[in-house]
């Protein structure tokens, strides 16, 4: 029997915004969450979750908050969901206060018990969705997954795809007798970086990616820099390609193609196609031997075994004076084209080619 998968959605500040006193008790009050309706149509129409709302209302039924002004708000809540489609198949509500520390209160489970334990539900791929820590605690709690409306840029938008492409997250670990690299790449991250080679410029110009292409990037690097510096860069760029072309996928729905920019000085342009077909032209010259640690020889080497093992098409051009300037203006336009590229629309969820492949 294939277990079902459970989005457990929180109502206040998820399905409609939260008003400054946290009560929703008359019309004047209720205003939708944005892209909620579209995107939870989406989702109810073309994935098998089942819906159950869990909500706080904190003292239902009580004089500060008479049932009369909850339920007419509340109902028509619900009959404006259902009118795109949006049906809950549970929908669970606890009255108590903070203060009475009750077990049905989120983050507690007590109002759940019939989905712990239970075969018929698969909790470790269902999600909580919600607004506040109290929901990714409930998760915790629940041993599911989170995703937390306004947490790292996250909207219903980024709810949909996730929910209906994944997450793109690869890892690539890569070890010879020269080089020992680990490489983790979220392609839809935050730019948050952990970068390090041994080779601080390197490193510099490895956080450009990250940074500046809106991805998690881990890279760390071992290797044998007491010969010289090209293993290292070589290697690291065959990992980092590797762990973008598995992040990319089947690549259904991407851009596909992506950038130039200016930095003082020089123009940089960096034009992108994740054709599947590698090729590097490069057209940027150095006169220095070296900036930082690192060797500017292997720059065209950098970017030559990247789009190699990314089998990405690279038109690498960048014109200036300042040979720092310049390479940093390459990652970053690296970066920039990177990000447009991956970009994924899960609602032209098809692959961008006439060929049918990629």
């Known amino acids: 029997m294939k277990q079902q998968r459970i989005l457990f959605i929180d109502r206040d500040g998820t399905l409609i915004e939260e008003p400054a006193d946290e009560q929703i008790d008359s019309f004047d009050k209720l205003c939708f969450t944005r892209g909620m309706f579209r995107n939870l149509s989406f989702i109810r129409k073309n994935l098998d979750f089942r ?7 904190d003292g239902l039924g009580t004089d500060s908050f008479p049932e009369d002004t909850f339920w007419p708000v509340h109902n028509f809540i619900l009959q404006s969901l259902e009118g795109e489609g949006i049906t809950f198949d549970d929908i669970l509500i606890d009255r108590h206060f903070p203060e009475d520390n009750h077990p049905n209160r989120k983050p507690g489970t007590g109002m759940l018990t019939e989905y712990i334990g239970n075969p018929k539900y698969d909790l470790a791929n269902s999600y909580v969705i919600g607004d506040r820590e109290t929901d990714r605690q409930l998760a915790d709690n629940l041993g599911c997954k ?6 790292d840029g996250t909207d219903w938008d980024k709810i949909a ?7 793109r997250i690869a890892e690539v670990k890569r070890a010879t007798k020269e080089t020992d690299i680990f490489v983790r790449i979220c392609l839809d991250g935050t730019g948050q970086c952990d970068i390090s080679t041994g080779l601080g410029f390197f490193d510099h110009m490895l956080e450009q990616i990250g940074k500046h292409g809106m991805m998690d990037l881990t890279i760390r690097t071992r290797g044998d820099l007491h010969v010289d510096e090209h293993h290292t860069i070589e290697d690291t760029a065959l990992a980092l390609g590797e762990c973008l072309l598995k992040a990319l996928g089947d690549k259904r729905g ?28 490069w057209d940027a010259d150095f006169h220095r031997e070296r900036i930082g640690e690192m060797p500017t020889e292997m720059f065209l080497h950098f970017f030559k075994s990247l789009s190699d093992a990314a089998k990405m098409n690279l038109n690498i051009k960048a014109e200036g004076t300042n040979e720092h300037h310049k390479i ?7 970066a920039r084209a990177l990000k447009m590229a991956v970009r994924r629309d899960i609602y032209h969820y098809e692959l961008p080619s006439t060929k049918g492949m990629l």
């Open 51 to 57: 819906f159950v709302m869990v909500s706080n209302q």
């Open 146 to 151: 989170a995703l937390i409306l306004g947490s």
């Open 161 to 167: 795809e996730i929910l209906f492409a994944g997450e």
């Open 254 to 281: 991407i851009e596909r193609y992506g950038y130039c920019l200016p930095m003082d000085d020089c123009l940089c342009q960096v034009a992108l196609d994740f054709g599947g077909r590698p090729w590097l032209v």
């Open 328 to 334: 940093e203006g390459i990652f970053k336009a690296l």
